[in-house]
């Protein structure tokens, strides 16, 4: 068996202070050369001084008294949080010896940010990779993939067709040779994001107003990140989780099914891997709104000083969001002003990603309005930020709303072969806890390879 390049464990991706101070050094050295493998031990958090890359949104923006704190993912290798949970559901596979160099070929069903992910990992471990996506995804995401040389195999439609991606995937899989790191129904996503994501939230806040966290408001997309929300309230009990889903494709909330532009999110479904349990509310974000805000972010520099926001700390923000960053941002304020926080209190968020694959979006967005001048802008910065409403939120945390998900994620998942048993198991949080327990399993298995 050819030998493949070995990472970090789930704990030096939390504590890269952990990971060998020689292999720590070269690899931040290093992260201007995106293919040498030795950035697989850049996967974490964590700037160069271990501390959480994050910013805290200003007042003069959210128009809520709470601390809007968003943790960014586009310094990750590849430039999304979402090559975290690629490599640990590949990882895993290799220390199971379920995936073998040489022998099998990587699928990743994704609508961009995984898939992405996929073709980077599957490059630095010398894996040959598919990504499985819609075909009317931004142009960006496709060139980046194949920037890393995976090959596409494009199924129709948008972001709410992810469904015509787990199908082809699924039937790719009958074809031996292949494996799926399949981000929506494997739990490697959900250990990574909640020993990960969590902590590294739950780090993120110290110092910050009284050093807790509220709420954790996430756009699910897979679930993934949502988890982290476990780990939260497993620290602050009192954390509310909230779930953010497309107001076009409320699937969650109502059934909703419909055609979106939030590219990363809203996918007809209810993941296999999200752990409904801990899911407190479900917020609906409009998608015009995620895209225009970001134009305002990226664009209107002048909208933002007019509205107080202090010049460097709008030029701070211009490359630092994608659609879904914002629809996370958006949900967060909504859920402040929800809860009625205070100024004591934090919502935490996430930037899955940064501006640089949405450029296509923005050319989209000028040509659907005749006019994007700045005091359009700033009609929008008012209803978008300062003015977010309150409609659209629901509470999930009565047992007849957690029913109606766990008929939902039956739907979803019987058809691909998943037992009623299994995806009953999952409605106690024993099941939950026994599965992010393996991640220190894992670390010690990946720990006991790499030495080989």
């Not at 993934?224 to 509310?240: L, S």
């Not at 996370?328 to 926080?341: E, Q, R, T, V, Y």
């Amino acid at each position: 068996m050819s030998k493949i390049p070995f990472g970090p464990t789930y704990d030096e991706m939390l504590h890269p202070s952990k990971i060998d101070p020689k292999i720590r050094k070269k690899a931040l050295e290093k992260k201007s050369e995106e293919l040498d493998p030795i950035n697989l031990f850049n996967i974490n958090w964590k700037d160069e001084n271990n501390q959480v890359r994050k910013i805290v949104l200003p007042k003069t923006l959210t128009g809520v008294d709470a601390n809007i704190v968003v943790l960014l993912g586009k310094y990750f290798p590849s430039g999304s949080h979402k090559v975290g949970p690629a490599y640990s559901t590949l990882i895993e596979g290799c220390v199971d010896r379920t995936i073998l160099p040489g022998k099998h070929t990587i699928l990743g069903p994704s609508t961009g940010n995984f898939g992405i992910g996929v073709s980077y990992i599957c490059n630095l471990m010398k894996y040959d990779s598919i990504v499985i996506m819609p075909d009317n995804m931004s142009k960006e995401r496709y060139q980046r993939i194949q920037k890393y040389g995976a090959k596409l195999d494009l199924t129709p439609g948008t972001e709410s067709d992810v469904i015509l991606t787990l199908e082809r995937t699924f039937k790719l899989n009958e074809d031996p040779k292949n494996r799926s790191l399949a981000q929506f129904e494997l739990l490697p996503n959900y250990r990574f994001h909640r020993h990960v994501t969590g902590n590294s939230c739950i780090e993120a806040v110290k110092g910050i107003g009284n050093g807790r966290i509220a709420c954790f408001a996430s756009a699910p997309g897979s679930a993934g990140t949502i988890g982290a929300g476990d780990q939260i309230k497993k620290m602050y009990p009192e954390a509310k989780v909230a779930a953010l889903e497309p107001y076009e494709c409320s699937t969650l909330m109502n059934g909703g099914r419909g055609q979106h532009r939030i590219e990363g999110i809203g996918d007809k479904m209810c993941t296999l891997i999200h752990n409904v349990l801990n899911t407190d509310f479900i917020a609906l974000i409009k998608d015009e709104e995620s895209v225009q805000g970001l134009k305002i972010i990226h664009d209107g520099i002048d909208v933002l000083l007019k509205n107080g926001v202090k010049r460097e700390q709008a030029e701070a923000m211009r490359e630092l969001f994608g659609v879904s960053s914002i629809c996370n941002i958006i949900g967060a304020i909504k859920m402040a002003k929800f809860l009625k926080l205070g100024p004591g209190d934090n919502v935490v968020t996430i930037a899955t990603d940064g501006y640089d694959r949405y450029e296509t979006v923005l050319q989209d967005l000028d040509k659907r309005y005749l006019e994007t001048e700045d005091f359009v802008l700033d009609r929008w910065f008012k209803d978008i930020f300062i003015n977010a409403d309150t409609n659209h939120i629901a509470d999930y945390r009565p047992q007849s709303q957690k029913e109606k998900l766990f008929k939902q994620k039956e739907k979803d998942w019987l058809k691909f072969g998943y037992k009623k048993t299994y995806l009953d198991s999952m409605k106690t949080q024993d099941f939950w806890e026994n599965e992010y327990n393996k991640v220190f399993h894992y670390d010690k298995l990946i720990k006991e390879m790499r030495e080989e």
